[in-house]
């Protein structure tokens, strides 16, 4: 071999391969049914910091050639410790004034997925997720028995009294109170906060990965589980697309959301944002529900439909320089858009 082809090959090998046009890209969401008069000033700027810490963590791990299920945890680990969202601390109470805390993973190369719902001592739901995925055979794990796990994966664990913080117990207080009250679905005007946090990414070597971390849904009953911890209603990723959805679980998980996003854009060739508004906002309000999603495709071209007031977003290319909204009123170009 002459020694410009050898350094042309070396070049090669050890450059990433990139699927077709497509640089290393990270979505996420902090959850739909935010809304301007539900933020002080304070709140909103904490917000957004915490969005755009985030977004650098994930862009970190892309940017050291990690695999995009990296960018994903690390993404969303900021954002479970950070008490704006309601994922790991600041999640939202049960009914019976608990936080019971469900996650998921999946990994759109291998198709390889973990979750755990009903936890109620993980500081970072998405990680156990993660090693019930790489170091189980299993796919999802719930309750104690996902928290035995994770003592054994040293996963931390802390006091239930963690995850509390007051802006959440006054949010199950009034609707606790609208409930006594008779009012029908009280519940719901203070669920419309619903916060849960997701990612997806494309990594150097195109592959796709989503991860959605959640306390639920305010005022939910024992043992309810919504969309957030099941692969292909909250998340899904395969080597097309990934999506990680937030809103009313219950019609998340009667559409299939993530999958369905995903099944479009596989076999009707729909692109992201043709495929998300489909689902967030065509078939799920159809049957009475509410939400969003960010949805990635394996070119880099994403898409973050919601149907609410705002849905705190960002994302963050190649350059490592991160982009944020809440606002459904605020312009966030998107990769391919
Ligand atoms: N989808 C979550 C659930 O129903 C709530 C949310 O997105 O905030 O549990």
Not at 100 to 106: G, P, Y
Not at 181 to 198: I, K, S, W
Not at 237 to 245: D, I, K, L, Q, R
Not at 302 to 328: L, S
Request: charge should be negative; hydrophobic fraction near 45%.
């Amino acid at each position: 071999m002459s020694r410009p082809a050898g350094v042309l090959l070396t070049l090669c090998l050890s450059m990433p391969l990139l699927a077709a046009g497509a640089e290393p890209v990270l979505v996420l969401h902090g959850g739909a049914g935010v809304e301007r008069k539900d933020l002080s000033p304070a709140e909103e700027t904490a917000a957004r910091a915490a969005l755009r810490q985030a977004l650098l963590s994930g862009h970190r791990a892309l940017a050291a050639g990690k695999p995009a299920l990296e960018a994903v945890t690390a993404a969303i680990t900021v954002l479970e410790d950070d008490p704006t969202f309601n994922a790991g601390k600041g999640a939202v109470f049960t009914h019976d004034g608990r936080n019971e805390l469900d996650a998921s993973l999946m990994d759109g190369a291998s198709l390889k997925a973990g979750a755990v719902a009903g936890v109620q001592r993980v500081r970072n739901p998405i990680l156990l997720a993660e090693a019930v995925m790489q170091h189980s055979p299993h796919v999802m794990m719930v309750g104690q028995g996902a928290e035995a796990f994770a003592a054994t994966q040293g996963i931390s664990l802390v006091d239930p009294s963690y995850f509390r913080t007051e802006k959440r117990w006054q949010q199950l207080q009034r609707a606790l109170k609208e409930e006594a009250a008779g009012q029908a679905h009280a519940d719901l005007e203070t669920a419309r906060h619903f916060g849960t946090v997701g990612a997806v990414a494309l990594d150097a070597q195109g592959h796709l990965a989503a991860g959605t971390s959640t306390g639920g849904m305010t005022n939910k009953r024992y043992g309810r589980v919504g969309d957030s911890p099941i692969i292909g209603a909250g998340t899904y990723a395969n080597a097309t697309c990934a999506v990680s959805g937030t809103g009313w679980g219950e019609y998340y998980i009667r559409t299939a959301a993530a999958y369905d996003i995903c099944a479009r854009m596989q076999y009707l060739k729909q692109g992201p944002v043709e495929a998300g508004r489909a689902v967030i906002n065509e078939r799920i309000p159809a049957l009475g529900g509410d939400g969003g999603a960010i949805v990635l495709a394996a070119d880099g071209r994403a898409a973050t439909p919601f149907n609410t007031q705002g849905m705190y977003r960002g994302w963050i290319g190649a350059d490592g320089v991160p982009h944020v909204a809440i606002f459904a009123d605020e312009p966030l170009p998107l990769p391919g858009q």
